[in-house]
């Protein structure tokens, strides 16, 4: 009865939480600046109506806010419907850069695609979207 006891203690200690700061945890500042180094003008852009059978251009900017250059590594559109073009420069502080979608507007109706953009400062891809209605051409 005894090690019942002593093992339950043990375990109510255990999940205290009197020890929940005892393990160092990352920073929010550190997260938010990582988060905060490439500033989008927008991540997802609505392009209304458009004619089918006419490619649309869609361009997304952003501003290089870290404090040291970064290069865009990778862009991927969503589909094969989808081609993409980028600043394929070195984007250094406070500069901007872009990355561009041309999508083709073949079948009418709704639409949303995605563009995946991994950069020299993160290796997680950043997903930018775009959305609208393609139109039959009168």
């Known amino acids: 009865m005894k090690k019942i006891t002593v093992s339950t203690l043990l375990a109510a200690l255990a999940f ?4 929940a700061n005892v393990f160092p945890v990352e920073s929010s500042s ?3 600046m990582i988060a905060d180094a490439i500033k989008w003008k927008a ?7 458009i004619p089918q059978g006419k490619p649309k251009l869609i361009r997304f900017e952003f501003t290089n806010t870290s404090g040291k250059s970064i290069m865009i590594e990778n862009v991927a559109p969503s ?3 989808t081609t993409a073009d980028y ?15 041309s ?24 997903t930018l979207s775009f959305k609208g209605i393609v139109i039959a051409d009168k």
Request: charged share 25%; proline share 5%; net charge positive.
């Open 43 to 49: 991540e997802s852009i609505d392009v209304g109506n």
């Open 87 to 101: 600043t394929k420069t070195e984007i250094k502080p406070g500069k901007k850069g872009f990355v561009e979608a």
């Open 30 to 32: 550190v997260i938010k």
């Open 103 to 126: 999508y083709n507007a073949a079948n009418t109706g709704a639409f949303t695609k995605t563009v995946s953009v991994t950069t020299s400062d993160s290796k997680t891809p950043k």
């Open 16 to 19: 205290s939480p009197i020890y």
């Open 79 to 81: 589909c094969g419907c």
